[in-house]
């Protein structure tokens, strides 16, 4: 099956916490897994991105973790700000010529100040 | 570098009428083309992608359409608007097996 679960909906934290947003995907012919971060009005912005044969990516203060044999991914955001609030997507791609991404339904996180 | 415009940035129309959404992406050749809707406070639903010129699949049965008439080129269009075409309209680009990149975006209000 070709879906890509995401959690928690909706994420409040204050500054400085470290929001953790999670993924879980149920077809294993997936081969890339990214995280786009989405303002209002505004398109998909890719954030981060990890592939299954590396376990954790951090690119400044977000990291992905991955876990193959339960099928899950995560964002962490390290020490995080007000200008982090948005809406955060994680995806997973298709090994076929398409490369489409599956995308999870999305989180939309606040940093209260 | 690559970029990708798409416009109009907004659009409202009244139902009934016919729309033509156009994606441009530059600095690159022969990308895969993807179209999306996100509804107000949703996730993104894939519409059409194409891996070529001519070449367009229909992921979500439905009042639109698209086509690719030039490599970089990507048109969605629609004979008759319906009030549930309302949303944000993206258009996104990949090179083959690699990252995939999103336009700004186009809304369309349907009234």
């Known amino acids: 099956q070709q879906q890509v679960k995401q959690s928690p909906q909706s994420l409040i934290v204050q500054k400085g916490g470290i929001p953790i947003i999670n993924c879980a995907y149920e077809?294993?012919?997936?081969?890339?897994f990214p995280w786009y971060q989405q303002f209002p009005g505004k398109g998909p912005a890719l954030l981060i991105a990890?592939?299954?044969?590396?376990s954790e990516k951090k690119e400044g203060r977000f990291t992905i973790s991955f876990n193959k044999s339960a099928k899950q991914f995560s964002l962490h955001i390290m020490d995080s700000q007000p200008g982090d609030s948005a809406t955060y997507f994680c995806?997973?791609?298709?090994?076929?010529?398409?490369?489409?991404?599956?995308f999870g339904s999305g989180t939309r996180l606040l940093v209260r100040p | 570098s690559q970029t990708i415009h798409q416009w109009p940035a907004t659009l409202v129309q009244p139902v009934g009428s016919p729309l033509s959404l156009e994606c441009t992406v530059e600095?690159?050749?022969?990308?895969?083309l993807y179209w999306y809707r996100q509804a107000a406070g949703r996730g993104l639903q894939l519409l059409f992608y194409?891996?070529?010129?001519?070449?367009i699949s229909s992921e979500v049965p439905q009042n639109l359409s698209a086509s690719r008439p030039q490599d970089r080129q990507f048109i969605l269009s629609s004979k008759k608007l319906l009030l549930s075409d309302s949303g944000f309209y993206l258009c996104?680009?990949?090179?083959?097996?690699?990252?995939?990149?999103f336009g700004p975006g186009t809304r369309l209000t349907v009234t």
């Open positions: 995806a997973a791609r298709k090994m076929d010529s398409s490369y489409k991404l599956i």
């Open positions: 194409s891996v070529g010129i001519g070449q």
């Open positions: 996104a680009w990949s090179v083959k097996g690699y990252e995939q990149y």
């Open positions: 077809n294993t012919a997936f081969d890339y």
């Open positions: 990890i592939r299954p044969d590396v």
């Open positions: 600095g690159t050749s022969n990308p895969n």
